[in-house]
Every structure is written in structure tokens, then in C-alpha cells.
T-cell receptor, first 114, second 113 residues
């Protein structure tokens, strides 16, 4: 998985609780992304980062926030989890040289909100 | 609004046959079109990608055909094998900005021995 780890890999939580998912890379890539995958929707971009402390919203950002204090770590936070946020979350990374469009994905985190 | 439309939703092919998955887009600013392969419980893995300056790209048994005027592209898997059984996603992105990917909804391919 291209030097990308995600933690936790599985999580069950209750509605209204805060949840933080972590993505860690060892590739020193500039860009990092958070996607969610749901049946019938493919993967949809939540937030992305183009450098330390530089982040922006994606297609489905409502209810999510992110932070990137180090090149290698990108955190996704659900401030108050809802059942609609039950999904599989994938982190991806992309470099700035050569085939900079290429995105490489982590193994995913399965989140269930009861 | 789905920026990349993918069909079919599912596909069953005999071993040795050709699997064909189609995608269409509207945004002419897209200039990079990758295909990803995903096995159950795993993250998507980049399979093959094409830019609009060529009409075809082949890597082993996998070929992308690209029709710029029709704004369509497709994945062909020749001599399909049971190990190819997976979900395939097409995607598109623009050169500018962070190169965010817009994905199709996926095709579940089953190759029957």
C-alpha cells in the first residue's frame, strides 16, 4: 500500500461521539487526501492537503474536519458522528514529480456509527 | 452529480474472455484518466492510466481506449482470469490544483472458471 498506514482499521462508535482517523505516510509526498467509499457512489473526496497546515474541502466535506501538522500525518475528525457517516474511509497520497497525478491508497478504515 | 459515469454496474465473463468497462465524462478540463482495481477489504490500486493526447494505452492484458470527441474511455481486459475478479473504478482529474480524482461508481467483475 505504497507506504501508507491508516488507524484504526475498524471502529464502532455511537452517534454524537467524536472520532479521529489517522493516515500516516512514509513517502514524503506533498499531497494527501481523504475519501469515503459507499455502495453506488464510488469514492468521494472529503478533504485534501497540499502541504503542512494547508488543507481544502472536497466534494463531501460537511461534518468533517482535517489537520496536517506534519508532512507524514493527515488526520480526519468527525466532530459529532452520525449514522450517515458509516462508511469505509481511505487515505491517499500523491507526489509532485513525475506522474504527479498518480494517487496511491491506504488499506482503509471501516467506521460504523450506531 | 456524478462527474464520471461508469457502466455496467456488474459484469460476468468466462475465463479467457474479454471484459469491457465503459466510462463517460462531461468536464473537458479533465486530462488524466486512471483505472483502479480493488479487491475486497483492500484499498484501490492503480492499474493503468491515460492522458487525452493518445487514443490507446496497453499494459499486458489491460488496455485503455480513449475517445476524446465522445468524452468516453473504456478498460479492456483480454484473456480474463479468475484472479481478475474485483471491483474496477474509472476516475478523472485535472492538471491544475491538487489533482483531485473524481471516481465512477464501480464495476464488479466476476470471471467464471
Amino acid at each position: 500500500d505504497a507506504g501508507i498506514t491508516q488507524s484504526p482499521r475498524h471502529k464502532v462508535t455511537e452517534t454524537g461521539t467524536p472520532v479521529t482517523l489517522r493516515c500516516h505516510q512514509t513517502e514524503n509526498h506533498r499531497y494527501m487526501y481523504w475519501y469515503r467509499q459507499d455502495p453506488g457512489h464510488g469514492l468521494r473526496l472529503i478533504h485534501y492537503s497540499y502541504g503542512v497546515k494547508d488543507t481544502d474541502k472536497g466534494e463531501v466535506s460537511d461534518g468533517y474536519s482535517v489537520s496536517r501538522s506534519k508532512t507524514e500525518d493527515f488526520l480526519l475528525t468527525l466532530e459529532s458522528a452520525t449514522s450517515s457517516q458509516t462508511s469505509v474511509y481511505f487515505c491517499a497520497i500523491s507526489g509532485t514529480s513525475g506522474n504527479y497525478n498518480e494517487q496511491f491508497f491506504g488499506p482503509g478504515t471501516r467506521l460504523t456509527v450506531l | 452529480q456524478q462527474q464520471v459515469k461508469q457502466s455496467p454496474q456488474s459484469l460476468i465473463v468466462q475465463k479467457g474472455g474479454i471484459s469491457i468497462i465503459n466510462c463517460a465524462y462531461e468536464n473537458t478540463a479533465f486530462d488524466y484518466f486512471p483505472w483502479y482495481q480493488q479487491f475486497p477489504g483492500k484499498g484501490p490500486a492503480l492499474l493503468i492510466a491515460i492522458r487525452p493526447d493518445v487514443s490507446e494505452k496497453k499494459e499486458g492484458r489491460f488496455t485503455i481506449s480513449f475517445n476524446k470527441s465522445a468524452k468516453q474511455f473504456s478498460l479492456h481486459i483480454m484473456d480474463s482470469q479468475p484472479g481478475d475478479s474485483a471491483t474496477y473504478f474509472c476516475a478523472a482529474s485535472m492538471r491544475t490544483g491538487a489533482n483531485n480524482l473524481f471516481f465512477g461508481t464501480g464495476t464488479r467483475l466476476t470471471v467464471i472458471p
